[in-house]
């Protein structure tokens, strides 16, 4: 690394640390944030007691709309008509208490009926796995707790007990079905069940309407299992709702449960699978919308380590179906506890609504791999291991050798450390071929930059190419040569890439200093955020950006200096790039970080064994030699021993010296 790069480097360090230091949150700003969260709630908390402090008033002025009016000597004053005439406030209190008014018959008062909310009930079944409670409140489910699992903070605290993890609580979510009828809509989430039936595993809510109209939810929960199932009868509506009309609403705000809050919210998203097209899913990045593109088999509400699923015996029919995902506004309280909004109306897909029945299945467990699949319904795509070739490679190739690991007993990180071992070496010979090409490129270095010096000018630029092909063909040489094997490899560091933020495996396991694998490792905490670094230290992100920095100063003697102005120095970027890691893996999980720790630091090992034990450099280069003069001696320039490319390099060549000509006797 020359002077220029080391300077370049210290100042694009500085700039960056400049630019942090400015933009960084101050004290000032930051309990500025915490006051107007404050105030917020205590505005919301201001509106709801004024809202009941008028309604306290207008409850007085009603009575008070009744008193007698009276005269100068305290007689009630009597209209024509002979009935009392009424005050319409009271100004005098004392004078209120002391009247006293005979019982008479009163004129008749007619006053609104205020609007009573209703309030239901909760009822609370579990079994092994989940604790759910159900609310007689439009008969719907109103709080998923998962037994075997704690969200991160009951889990940091260390106490050796688990706090069943809230998927949702009571208020955050709703489910039920909209029957549209003439001038009015049912929306079975807003109406009072009765509890027609219940067991330990068990319970039927039933709404009655007009006459023999009825809606029944029926659910059933399974021993030691994640899903339920959900039966909806409806009953006496022939004739006055539209069958095609009859909508399933399922609407949630899924809570905070693991340690990044902003990782946990940029994976959560709703997916879906059709019926033909396949599975697919909402944008992740944003607010999103969309409206069913073809039958659809199931419905998700998907985060990081958790998901719900709806699934319907015969499916959601197509037309009127959509799926929502908001996200929540800074001021709204919601954005600090709550990762989205998630919400989707499907078509219940009914034919008869006189005595119809829709089965479906609700789950709500991990994203675990092995109980996805077990479902045999492609829960498991919901796992984000990648598209296409990735995906395959974690499915059949990383996923299997990691569960044998895992199912050894051994720990995470020692599984990780022999997951990433047995990998690097089904690539070992790869990385051989790639070195052997890179020391014969070292050995061709002197010989190519005397080519370079030879041919200086643009216009002699084909025959500087062609003459460093002939030296490549003739020394068996090739500058392909080791980018193609960095392409065979390059699927798997990708596919790993997304697969260990994706394991379940690693949530809330501890190794080393990491106290959960699937979150970032903290040695340090900053007490405030750098953007875009993060408020932490993370050591394994160090030692990652440290070898990767080792691998390229090992690399860098294959590096040539760009040949045109303008081009970019390729060292410069190379050596940044593992600067540039340190800020992009602060915050991911610390499994990801330790795994390219691990590979990078075998790959070092793995060259230095190369180079020491198996490849000889001067025994490359003499071979070298002999193969060039071997081809010099069969005269090399028979168009027999030439490559098709090269072959037609010499027709370019021939074309533009043509055309040079033709410009000169121009």
Known sequence: ???????????????????????????????????????????????????NEDQETVEAEKVNSIIPKLDDKGDTLIADTGE????????????????????????????????????????????????IDFNTKGGQIAAVRLKEFETYHEYAKKDGKIEPLAFFKDGDATNGITLP?????????KELFSVKSQTKSKIVFEYKGDGDQAVEFVYELKPDAYDIEHIINVRGFGGKVVPENVMFNWNASLPKTER???????????CFKYKNEGFSWLSEMGDSEQEAEDKVEWVSFKQSFFSSFIR???????????????????????????????????????????????????????????????????????????????????????????????STGMGLGIAILLLTLIIKFMLMPIQWKMYTSSAKMRILRPEIDEINKKYPDKEDAMKKQMETMALYRESGASPLAG????????????????????????????????????????????????????DHVSLFTLLMAATTLGYTMMNSGNMQAPQQPGMPNMKIIMYFF?????????????????????????????????????????????????????ASADGGGKKKGKSKFQERLEEMQKKQQEQMKQRKKK
């Not at 020359?2 to 101050?26: A, E, M, Q, W, Y």
């Not at 009163?106 to 009573?116: A, C, L, R």
């Not at 959960?516 to 955020?529: A, E, K, M, Q, R």
Request: charged content about 25%; overall charge negative.
């Open 312 to 406: 319907p015996e015969t499916g959601f029919r197509k037309s009127g179906s959509k799926f929502e995902i908001d996200s929540y506004d800074q001021g709204d309280s919601l954005n600090w506890t709550h990762l989205k909004g998630f919400s989707t109306d499907m078509n219940l897909n009914l034919n008869d609504v006189s005595n119809a029945s829709v089965r479906m299945n609700w789950f709500f467990g991990p994203n675990d791999f092995d109980v996805l699949t077990s479902y045999d319904e492609g829960y498991d795509d919901v796992l984000n291991y990648g598209w296409g070739l990735f995906r395959w490679i974690n499915l059949y190739a990383v996923q299997p050798m990691f569960k044998v690991l895992t």
């Open 260 to 270: 990044l809050f902003s990782e946990q919210r940029r994976v959560s998203t709703v």
């Open 84 to 131: 009392w005439i009424y005050t319409d406030t009271i100004t005098d209190q004392d004078t209120l208490i002391a009247q006293v008014i005979e019982p008479v018959a009163t004129p008749e008062v007619k006053d609104t009926v205020p609007v009573v909310e209703v309030v239901g009930e909760l009822i609370r079944l579990e079994n092994n796995k989940l604790i």
């Open 1 to 51: 690394m020359d002077r220029n790069t080391i300077v370049g480097l210290v100042l694009i360090g500085l700039i960056l640390s400049v630019f942090t230091i400015f933009n960084k949150p101050s004290e000032e700003e930051i309990k500025a944030e915490k006051e107007k969260l404050e105030l917020a709630e205590q505005a919301a908390a201001d509106e709801e007691r004024k809202k």
């Open 578 to 630: 593992p600067i540039m890691m340190i800020f992009f893996f602060n915050n991911y999980a610390s499994g990801l970080s330790y795994y390219y720790f691990i590979s990078t630091l075998t790959s070092i090992l793995i060259m230095v064994l190369i180079k020491k034990f198996f490849v000889d450099e001067e025994k490359l280069k003499a071979k070298m030699a002999a193969r060039k003069a071997n």
């Open 181 to 189: 009828m003439e001038g009015k809509v049912i929306n079975t989430t």
């Open 483 to 534: 980018c193609v094997p960095m392409l065979i490899q390059m699927p798997i560091l990708l596919a790993v890439f997304r697969f260990f933020p994706s394991t379940f495996d690693l949530r809330q396991k501890s190794f080393l200093w990491a106290e959960d694998l699937s979150s970032y490792d903290s040695i340090y905490d900053l007490g405030f955020s750098i953007w875009p670094y993060g």
